[in-house]
């Protein structure tokens, strides 16, 4: 899942949460790596990352890339589904997809619309669709893929977005009073309420959060109310991501993958 894959977003929340229990990590592996971003793995565990503004694909000495220079830095790489991988270029309002092969398959210029947006967060969404947010009306859609149409979900927000995540079927954000909301795919906007505040997160998935608070990293099941200190955990540590229950932090050009299982 996703995100701007910059999820480092800083509040100015008191601290304060249930007592959590502490969990040491198990190390599995760590993987020297080259990049500027650490993406991820997408579900059959092939490793994506950025390096010199090009999109890297590695696994078993499978190698593949793709890179549109001419559409500037690489904002957003979402790869929730790994046979239509989106790229978005903010500063050229552009999303691209690709195919397993990271073939390029679609290339959209949300300049270029029958109604123009200026996109700001991207992620896609079920039913071939996208979800946007554009910034000069403060609106999410959903952009259909097979005839470039917009359908708004949700009314207009009020207040800026300061962290957002996305998967098929919602866009959850945080905004800049400290209020989370999700909205699913047919427009029902719902607040949440969540007792802890961060510095730092990770939305893994509908069931689990991790986020990061006074050079701390908790696990939080969003099911069960139950939080994990993780232990050994790099307090530097520039990005991580989360699948089948392992935790992999990009830290100092390397990769360590940890076992983890949240109750």
Known sequence: ?????????????TFGFCQEKAEPLELI?????????????????????????????????????????????????????????VVFYERFNTAVTLDNQLNETLKINFSELKTPLIVSKIGIASQNQFWVFDENQQQLYLYEMSNGTLKPVGTPLSQAIIFYATDFNYFEWVDEAHHWYKCTIFGTVTQLDYPFEFDSILFVNSEMIIYKKNEKTIAFNRNTNNYILLENTNKSFESL???NQILSIFTNQEISNFKITIP
């Open 29 to 85: 592996n760590k993987n020297a790596i080259i990049a500027d971003t650490f993406i991820g793995y997408d579900k059959f565990d092939f490793l994506y990352f950025t390096k010199n503004n090009t999109l890297h694909k590695l696994k078993n000495g499978v190698s593949l890339e793709y890179k549109n220079i001419g559409l500037g830095q690489i904002t957003i790489v979402d790869l929730l589904n790994p046979l239509k991988v």
């Open 1 to 13: 899942m996703k995100t701007k894959f910059t999820l480092f977003l800083l509040f100015t929340f």
């Open 241 to 243: 991501s989360y699948k």
